[in-house]
């Protein structure tokens, strides 16, 4: 029997099914609702099948019922009432004094106790997919966040007090700041502050564009000591974002702070993807973007090692970058150091709850129809993670007090969207956050197996305490994957602040150890049990380091570019590829 041919272009029907997925996601936001259908269904298909755990939610139900009316009978006969729940430790939202009042108390404890009837509810049901009960746990805390009491003028004691004291002014300003941020959106308005201008106040370390490609400009800045260290740095930011979260104001650059030490400094400025360059690849960006500019750093200090530093997506990538060389023998790096930066992917934290193979699809569904990944589109994961924090602090600020947030250098570098091509993205999430084939030795690249072991350069790892892009846990694998000596630092603050952490910061502090290649390895909360806290910056621990790590002579200072070029050629810092 002769077989049946299969189409001789099946991506014609794959792309049909790119368009349906693509056209949903413009309705949805780019969630898959497939993914949460699945999601939903495990978890209620296993809830209606478990009767011992329908028994324990109706018994802690009615556990909750008697707690609130026993509440307001005390109340009622003006008794002292102690509380029945308490907030998260990092729930701020009932903190306030006047939530003590009645009948705000009472709203609150109801709404505390809903909470813990539906954590309770989404968790621990038998049978159900981790992933999926996550999920639904997720989407749950979200609705339920709507429908808090700090969100509505009449349930919240601070909006009610501030209203009569404005005589209602404040509701006026909140409707006009409202009015205001959906003209913006609407005309696709969203800016920079005039404030932050890029180049006069912010990424204004002076330095040169010494070298450019199609993918990357490579910045020079220049020295401010009469003599730097012999070796450079080059550091490797996300192109997630615009690498001058390194470089904002004069006070908190890294790059002015790491000039300042003594250094002699290279950073990449990522060329901002457009639908053209739909096929840019992840070892596109390995041998473009790091090697290049290793290369371009060769030509003006030749013979000469390079501190390579990576920050988050850009620490990833470097890693990949330096086991390939590690792997050839090549000796061109002198120390690599990772700013919240991962390289095992089992552990990712909450934005696992975003990546399943249905929701991958759905995104390169997207990523297909336009050709890259809109900033917009990503930050819409990132913010829901943190929904009290970024959406409904804002709503009750703006909106409901009137007053709007002050304006902050990182807050305006945030604004400054970028994109990420549609191919690089793909192989990004399959190969690296859903398969994990880098901490697996899976990952190629020049077509060879990489090791992350090979990696034999004293390494430098920040993890920051409340990261919820790169989880501190996650970070601190690294220990498990190299046999190299290993200085690790955990940091206060969250991926941006944490790493953006100057010297003179209030409220810093961080711990350090070292792990030298045969230590014996603990696990994280192990090892932070463990560690001491330091007070101040990371960063002068950091550049301590980086200056044990360079050879004892110095040499003096030299201008960027190559030795003898003309100045005039070279075009001033921050370059063109930020502005795009």
């Known amino acids: 029997m002769t077989p049946l041919n299969s189409p001789e272009k099946p991506e014609e029907f794959r792309d049909l099914d790119h368009a349906k997925e693509a056209y949903i996601a413009r309705l949805t936001g780019g969630y898959s609702p497939a993914a949460l259908t699945l999601s939903c269904m495990d978890w209620l298909i296993h ?8 028994l324990e939610l109706f018994q802690l139900a009615l556990q909750h019922m008697q707690a609130l009316m026993q509440h307001m009978g005390h109340i009622a006969l003006g008794q002292e009432v102690s509380s029945v729940a308490e907030p998260m430790p990092d729930d701020p939202r009932f903190h306030a004094a006047e939530w003590q009042s009645e009948p705000f108390r009472w709203w609150q404890q109801a709404f505390l106790l809903t909470e813990q009837w539906w954590n309770a509810a989404t968790h621990g049901i038998p049978g159900t997919t981790p992933h999926h009960e996550d999920v639904v746990a997720f989407c749950t805390r979200q609705i339920l966040d709507i429908f808090s009491p700090t969100n509505y003028l009449m349930t ?4 009610l007090q501030r209203t009569l004291q404005t005589q209602g002014q404040n509701l006026w300003q909140g409707m006009l700041n409202l009015m205001d941020d959906m003209q913006k959106v609407s005309a696709h308005k969203i800016a920079l502050p005039q404030q932050f201008k890029v180049g006069v106040n912010i990424a204004r370390t002076p330095g040169k564009v010494v070298f450019r490609n199609r993918l990357i400009e490579l910045i020079q800045y220049n020295p401010t000591t009469d003599k730097v260290h012999a070796e450079p740095i080059l550091i490797v930011p996300a192109w997630i974002m615009k690498y001058y979260i390194l470089d904002l104001s004069e006070h908190n650059s890294m790059i002015r702070y790491l000039v300042g030490q003594g250094f002699t400094v290279f950073c990449i400025s990522w060329h901002n993807v457009t639908e053209e360059d739909r096929e840019i690849s992840l070892e596109d960006y390995r041998r473009d973007g790091v090697m290049a500019a290793l290369d371009a750093i060769n030509s003006i200090r030749p013979h000469t090692q390079v501190h390579a530093t990576g920050y988050c997506l850009g620490g990833t990538l470097l890693s990949i970058a330096a086991t390939a060389m590690a792997g050839r023998g090549e000796p061109r790096l002198a120390s690599l150091s990772l700013l919240a930066a991962q390289t095992d992917f089992s552990e990712p934290g909450e934005l696992q709850l975003f990546i399943d193979d249905s929701e991958i699809y759905f995104i390169e569904s997207m990523m297909w129809a336009q050709g ?10 990132f913010t829901m993670l943190q929904s009290n924090n970024l959406v409904w602090s804002r709503v009750i600020q703006e909106y409901l007090l009137g007053e709007r947030t002050t304006m902050t250098d990182m807050m305006a570098w945030n604004l400054d969207a970028t994109r990420m091509p549609y191919r690089m993205h793909s192989e990004y999430l399959r190969q690296l956050f859903l398969h994990n084939d880098l901490a697996s030795n899976r990952y190629r690249a020049d077509g060879h197996l990489l090791a992350l072991r090979d990696i034999r350069i004293p390494m430098f790892v920040v993890g920051t ?7 501190w846990h996650s970070v601190y694998k690294i220990h498990h994957l190299t046999d190299t000596d290993i200085t690790f630092v955990l940091t206060r603050g969250g991926h941006n602040a944490g790493i953006v952490s100057e010297p003179g910061h209030p409220h810093r502090h961080y711990r350090l150890h070292l792990s030298r290649a045969g230590d014996l390895r603990c696990g994280p909360d192990e090892w932070l049990a463990s560690m001491p806290v330091q007070e101040g910056s990371w960063w002068v621990a950091w550049s301590a380091w980086l200056e044990q790590q360079c050879s004892p002579e110095y040499i003096k200072a030299p201008a960027p570019g190559l030795p003898g070029a003309s100045q005039d050629a070279l075009e001033p810092a921050p370059g063109t590829y930020v502005f795009q």
């Open 47 to 54: 809830l209606r099948a478990a009767p011992g755990k329908q």
């Open 156 to 159: 919240n004691p601070q909006v």
């Open 372 to 381: 890259y990944l809109a900033a917009q589109q990503m930050a819409g994961s």
């Open 465 to 471: 305490e409340t990261d919820h892009i790169a989880p």
